[in-house]
Structures are given as C-alpha cells and as structure tokens.
Nanobody, 122 residues
Framework: QVQLDESGGGLVQAGGSLRLSCAAS????????IGWFRQAPGKEREFVAR????????YYADSVKGRFTISRNDAKNTADLQMNNLKPEDTAVYYC???????????????WGQGTQVTVSS
C-alpha cells in the first residue's frame, strides 16, 4: 500500500511558478506509475502528467505541455510537478496518484493524496 501527501500549492499571479511535491510512504514506490491530476470546481478530474516506473516515460496533457515538468526521486519516495507560466485556467485542486497501469484515466490509479489547492489570479 502507498500513502501520498501533496504540498506546495498556493496563490500565484498569472505567469508565475509553483512547485508541487508528493511524498509517499511504502517501500514499493518505484514500482508505481505516478500521475498528477487536477479538478476545478464543477469539472471532472483531469489528467495533467504522469511518469512511469523508475526511469520510464513521461507524458503530459496538451494543456500543460511546455509549461509543466514532472519528475520523481525513487530514493526519496517523492514526485514533483514544476509549474511555470501559470494561467488562471490552471486553478484547481491538484492530486498526485499512484497506480500499476500507465494511463491518463484517474480510474486506473489505486492511491490518491488529499490534494493541494492551486489558485492563479489574472
């Protein structure tokens, strides 16, 4: 089992940057795909980025490509999401998730953090 805890959210002006961190418990972290998702009020949870197993492939949603960077450190059981050039439409609660399947669907992830709020003002 994996427990996930996000941090790093906050309020930022458009064009600014934030770095989200996801700290995981458990000795099998490196065997999981780690994904970042977000959910804005009244909208469905949507895929942002994922990084596959240790040293594996990375994939981004088109809406964040070129602005966001996902990374993982299996030695520290952490996964980060660096967010640059933030836009008001990036405002949402951001979640990290762990799963066994490399997917953009939140339904295929087994473990979730509690989420961290990101608010981008115009």
């Amino acid at each position: 089992q994996v427990q996930l805890d996000e941090s790093g959210g906050g309020l930022v002006q458009a064009g600014g940057s934030l770095r989200l961190s996801c700290a995981a418990s458990g000795r099998t972290f490196s065997t999981y795909v780690i994904g970042w998702f977000r959910q804005a009020p009244g909208k469905e949870r949507e895929f942002v980025a994922r990084v596959n197993w240790s040293g594996g492939r990375i994939y981004y949603a088109d809406s964040v490509k070129g602005r966001f960077t996902i990374s993982r450190n299996d030695a520290k059981n952490t996964a980060d999401l660096q967010m640059n050039n933030l836009k008001p439409e990036d405002t949402a609660v951001y979640y990290c998730a762990a799963g066994r399947v490399s997917s953009t669907s939140p339904r295929l992830y087994d473990y979730w953090g509690q989420g961290t709020q990101v608010t981008v003002s115009s």
